[in-house]
């Protein structure tokens, strides 16, 4: 539980990045490579994040629907905030 929930404070941490400052500088100031590499580290955390929801759901016999809300909320900005302090406490 305790590697779901760091990763998931840094899946959480790159997509507000990618969104709030990587997304702007490409569309604004015209410097793509921004969203190159805080992209591809988002990317890398975001299915890592999922395995990990997978893993401990299967051995904390979490119900589909506890899982499913897990992975659900990986792509709304500050949802992973929001499934460590409702979902992943022990």
Request: proline share 3%; no cysteine.
């Amino acid at each position: 539980m305790g590697r779901l929930r760091a990763v998931g404070f840094l899946e959480g941490v790159s997509f507000l990045v990618l969104l709030g400052i990587a997304m702007p500088l490409k569309y604004l100031a015209g410097q793509p490579e921004a969203v190159r590499m805080v992209g591809m580290a988002h990317g890398v955390l975001f299915v890592l994040y999922v395995l990990l929801v997978l893993q401990v759901s299967i051995a904390q016999s979490w119900s589909w629907r506890k899982a499913l809300l897990a992975l659900a909320v990986s792509v709304v900005p500050f949802g992973t905030f929001w499934a460590d302090k409702k979902l992943f406490q022990e």
